[in-house]
Nanobody, 110 residues
């Protein structure tokens, strides 16, 4: 299993970013995918889950601002992040089962 997240960067508060995660090594469409973030000094936090058919779930901390989606033809999952806040800063990872990919850093300046 290989997962590679990209699309992070530095953005001002209120801005937007779109993360992507390219997956390989498993039957992508059969698995739930997850986006998880880790802020400095904090525990990892699940920010989005998406089923194989695209049903999503979010914690209250990002609900209404983050949107996960997937393209099963491209084996890719996305995370659209709008109205970003400084507390959204962290390394964002995509995850499937017990596998983690290389994360991408999101920094939101105030």
């Amino acid at each position: 299993v290989q997962l590679q997240a990209f699309g992070g960067g530095l953005v001002q508060s209120g801005g937007s970013l779109r993360l992507s995660c390219a997956a390989s090594g498993f039957t992508f469409s059969s698995y739930w995918m997850y986006w998880v973030r880790q802020a400095p000094g904090k525990q990892r936090e699940l920010v989005a889950s998406i089923t194989g058919v695209g049903d999503t779930n979010y914690p209250d901390s990002v609900k209404g601002r983050f949107t996960a989606s997937r393209d099963n033809a491209k084996n890719t999952v996305y995370l659209q992040m709008n109205s970003l806040k400084p507390e959204d800063t962290g390394v964002y990872y995509c995850m499937v089962s017990n596998y983690w990919g290389q994360g991408t850093l999101v920094t939101v300046s105030s």
